[in-house]
C-alpha cells in the first residue's frame, strides 16, 4: 500500500491558501477607489479561497485513514492538524523507541473550539499511539478541589488521575485552582490539587490537555507548582471567520438530518452573518453562532410548520397519527428542509 505523506497534503493546502490571499491582494491594488466595493471584493477572494482549501484537504484526504479523516472534520485550525501530523511523524520515526508525548496547551478566546477538539483528539492520539489508552476524563476546579480539607482534595485528584491514566486528562481553566484574595485560605485547597496533578507530568500518564486564556494560564506555566517546561506544545486557537462559523452551521444540520434549500451556501450564509451581526458581538460567541444558529433555525422551521398546520386546517398529518406498529415514522421534505428565509428570520430575531 502506498504511503500518505502529509506534510505534502499541507503543503498543498499552504499553496492553495498563499495563492487566495495573493489574489485578494491583487483586487485590492485594482480596485476603482471604493472603499466599501474593495473591503467587499477582498473578503469575497478570501471566502472563496477558505472554502477551496477545505474543499482540497477533503478531497485529497485518505479514506481509509482514520486520523485524516478525523483532522479533515475540524473546520480551519491548521496548527492543531499539523501538530497532530507532527507527533504522528515523530511517532512513526521513533517506533522502536516511543519518547513520552508532550503536554498541550490551547489557547484562545471563549467559543473557539478548544475544548471540542480536545475531545475529537482523544481517539486521533490514540490512534497514532500517542497515549496506551482511549481513557478521557474531562475535569474543572470544583471536580478536584474538596472544601473541607486538603487530605480530600488530595484524594478527589488521585482518582480523577487515576481514571484517566493512559489517557487524556482534559483540565479547562487550571488557574481558577490559584490562590485567589477571594476565597478564605483556610478553604482554598487549588493549589494542593495543582501540585498533585504536577507530580504526575513527567511520567506522561494521562497525557495532560489545559485550555484557557493564554495570559492566565501562563501564570500556571510560570509558577513554582511544577508545570514549568512540561507544556512545550502551545496551540493558539484563532477566532473563526464568518465562512469558518458558516461551514461548522452547515456541519451540523447534516449531524441533525437537516437538508439545506436551494441558495444556502456556505458563501451566502458566510455574508448573511458578516452583514448583520456586529463583530465585537461575533468575538463574544464564536464558534457557538453555529449552535445558537441552528437553535434559531429549528425554531423557526416549527414556525412555519405550525402555519402551514393551520391554514390547512390540520393539526398533524395523518402519516404522524398512524402508530408505529402500523407504519415507520414519515417526515415530509418540508420538515427536514431549512430555507433561506428560515436562516434569515432566525439571524433577525437575534438567534
Request: charged share 25%; net charge neutral; proline share 5%.
Amino acid at each position: 500500500m502506498k504511503k500518505v505523506d502529509f506534510y505534502s497534503n499541507a503543503a498543498v493546502i499552504s499553496q492553495v491558501r498563499k495563492a487566495g490571499a495573493e489574489e485578494a491582494a491583487r483586487n485590492l491594488g485594482e480596485g476603482t477607489g471604493d472603499e466599501s466595493s474593495l473591503s467587499y471584493g477582498v473578503r469575497a477572494a478570501i471566502r472563496d479561497e477558505e472554502e477551496e482549501a477545505q474543499l482540497i484537504e477533503e478531497a485529497i484526504c485518505p479514506p481509509d485513514d482514520d486520523v485524516e479523516v478525523a483532522l479533515s472534520k475540524i473546520v480551519g485550525l491548521e496548527a492543531v492538524k499539523n501538530q497532530v501530523r507532527g507527533l504522528r511523524r515523530t511517532l512513526e520515526l521513533e517506533s522502536s523507541n516511543r519518547i513520552v508525548p508532550r503536554h498541550m496547551a490551547f489557547v484562545g478566546n471563549p467559543g473557539v473550539g478548544k475544548s471540542t477538539v480536545a475531545r475529537m483528539l482523544v481517539p486521533i492520539l490514540y490512534k497514532i499511539g500517542a497515549v496506551k489508552t482511549p481513557n478521557f476524563v474531562e475535569a474543572c476546579r470544583d471536580d478536584f478541589v474538596d472544601k473541607k480539607s486538603e487530605v480530600r482534595t488530595i484524594m478527589k485528584t488521585r482518582k480523577i488521575l487515576e481514571k484517566a491514566s493512559g489517557g487524556v486528562l482534559y483540565i479547562d481553566e487550571p488557574y481558577t485552582m490559584l490562590p485567589s484574595t477571594g476565597r478564605s485560605r483556610l478553604r482554598d485547597h487549588g493549589a494542593v490539587a495543582l501540585r498533585e496533578i504536577a507530580r504526575s507530568l513527567p511520567s506522561g500518564s494521562p497525557l495532560v490537555i489545559m485550555t484557557g486564556d493564554s495570559s492566565e494560564l501562563q501564570k500556571i506555566l510560570s509558577s513554582d507548582i511544577g508545570f514549568k517546561s512540561h507544556f512545550l506544545t502551545r496551540i493558539e486557537f484563532p477566532d473563526p471567520s464568518p465562512s469558518q462559523v458558516a461551514r461548522m452551521f452547515m456541519a451540523k444540520l447534516s449531524q441533525k438530518g437537516l437538508v439545506a434549500g436551494e441558495g444556502l451556501t456556505v458563501g451566502y450564509l458566510s455574508e448573511l452573518i458578516e452583514n448583520n451581526t456586529d463583530e465585537d458581538w461575533r468575538m463574544d460567541r464564536n464558534g457557538r453562532m453555529s449552535d445558537l444558529l441552528l437553535h434559531g433555525v429549528r425554531a423557526e422551521m416549527r414556525k412555519r410548520l405550525q402555519t402551514q398546520d393551520a391554514v390547512s386546517g390540520l393539526s398533524t398529518s395523518p402519516m404522524k397519527l398512524m402508530s408505529a406498529a402500523q407504519r415507520m415514522p414519515s417526515f415530509t421534505p418540508e420538515e427536514v428542509l431549512v430555507t433561506v428565509e428560515d436562516v434569515q428570520n432566525a439571524i433577525v430575531n437575534g438567534m
